[in-house]
């Protein structure tokens, strides 16, 4: 469910018609929904009800603006990072360190550094170098680290190969073979505190059948260090539950569905509960506003010519991904469909969106919007072709914010400088 309908005939965000965004902030513009934001978090809250001691850590890698993390953060929200850029960006919006989860395969000694001296959860660490590393800079300021250790499960997520994070042949985590050995070297250093296992086997799941299969290794997991004596009291069950790109294909499991799995699998082992949604929680809490600049006929197929390119919403180029693209102002019914590659301005046969789309025809300066691209699309977006950072909007009812501003062409050429001897 989104909060992103038509209303008199022209599609709101919430209580705010995207033609009044579009003449204020100009385009294109991610516009993101409060509600369906605070909705989708509270879901995987209900989720977890069976849970007393759980905690929900947004994967700010989604959608990592300020704002939606204070307001998660606001809801009670923990918050998984993998950069000291996004550990700021949440201390930033308040949320503490205790809830606050560093994974990723490659932390520095300095951000270990400043995630310690900030205050941190735990380290979700992904390697034995990584774990000495850890040890070194925690003995070195005096203090433990507390830590959970990614175990790759070997389990197919049976998604999207670039998303895929679980099977052997992925750079994440240690070897399920080894997780004992690596747990046993891991109590004997002299900065690390162990506090509970880590697994996370990929991203946009719409089955789940790899989770219950993941989650049944980690249980046998979690008794047999038990029985070598670690203090296993914390799971942390990732996340990567898909959600629906197209309205018209069936809805992936629920959260309440997938709380069950968990349940079922390591219920009984009075853990503490971690997971780590972040796009079930952004994805279609958010949108991408775009203006038509011309409709361009071509050789056996014609072409809408947006003022959105992949810089802005890479997902498409990327990963082939789908996102369902409407008019922002409704059509009348019966009004005839034809087929439209979407595509945007930079210099790349890449730069395409959706081929054969089928919509009303349209005309130069009509808006159209890429539904669900609000997680992993402001986040991914990039310069190139020296195109501004697209700007970000936050809906509450029926106000609206610029969450982050459209960058001015002096504001981008004012961060590089020329050398002296120019």
């Given at each position: 469910m989104d909060h992103f309908n038509y209303k008199d005939g022209v599609l709101c965000a919430e209580d705010v018609p995207l033609t009044r965004i579009a003449a204020e902030v100009g385009t294109p513009v991610y516009v993101y929904s409060a509600a369906t934001l605070t909705r989708h978090f509270n879901v995987f809250q209900e989720a977890l009800e069976w849970a007393p001691d759980h905690l929900i850590c947004y994967a700010v890698k989604a959608n990592s603006n300020i704002a939606v993390l204070k307001l998660l953060g606001d809801l009670g929200a923990g918050m998984d990072v993998v950069s000291i850029g996004e550990y700021a960006r949440a201390r930033t919006a308040g949320v503490p360190g205790e809830r606050i989860v560093f994974s990723g395969v490659g932390k520095t000694r300095k951000e270990m550094r400043l995630a310690l001296e900030g205050g941190i959860r735990q380290f979700n660490v992904e390697s034995e170098p990584e774990l000495l590393a850890l040890s070194e800079v925690a003995a070195s300021l005096g203090v433990k680290a507390p830590i959970a250790i990614r175990v790759?499960?070997?389990v197919d997520a049976k998604t999207h190969e670039k998303i895929a994070t679980g099977k052997s042949e992925n750079k994440f985590g240690i070897p399920i073979a080894r997780a004992r050995e690596v747990y046993a070297a891991a109590a004997s250093l002299p900065g690390i505190e162990v506090v509970g296992i880590d697994m996370h086997i990929g991203s946009q799941l719409t089955d789940l059948d790899p989770y219950r299969q993941a989650y049944a290794k980690m249980a046998d997991l979690a008794r047999a260090l038990r029985a070598d004596g670690h203090n296993i009291r914390r799971l942390d069950m990732g996340g990567g539950l898909g959600i629906p790109y197209r309205r018209d294909n069936n809805a992936p499991p629920l959260p309440i569905?997938?709380?069950q799995v968990i349940r079922e699998a390591v219920g009984d082992l009075d853990c503490e509960i971690e997971i780590e949604p972040g796009r079930n929680i952004a994805g279609n809490?958010?949108?991408?506003?775009?203006?038509?600049?011309?409709?361009?006929?071509?050789?056996?197929r014609d072409f809408l010519i947006l003022d959105a390119a992949m810089n802005d919403l890479i997902r498409p180029a990327m990963y082939g991904a789908h996102h369902d693209i409407v008019p922002v102002i409704e059509s009348a019914p019966g009004t005839p469909v034809s087929a439209y590659d979407v595509v945007g301005p930079i210099c790349e046969s890449g730069d395409t969106f959706q081929k054969g789309t089928q919509l009303?025809?349209?005309a130069?300066?009509?808006l159209i919007a890429f539904r669900s691209a609000g997680a992993y699309?402001?986040?991914?977006?990039?310069?190139?072709?020296?195109?501004?950072?697209v700007p970000e909007v936050l809906v509450d009812g029926d106000r609206f914010a610029v969450i982050r501003p459209r960058?001015?062409?002096e504001d981008m050429l004012s961060r590089e400088a020329l050398p002296d001897w120019f």
């Open positions: 790759n499960p070997d569905e997938y709380g809490a958010g949108l991408l506003l775009s203006e038509v600049i011309y409709v361009k006929r071509g050789e056996g009303p025809p349209p130069p300066g009509d699309g402001a986040v991914m977006s990039s310069e190139y072709n020296s195109r501004p950072l960058p001015t062409l």
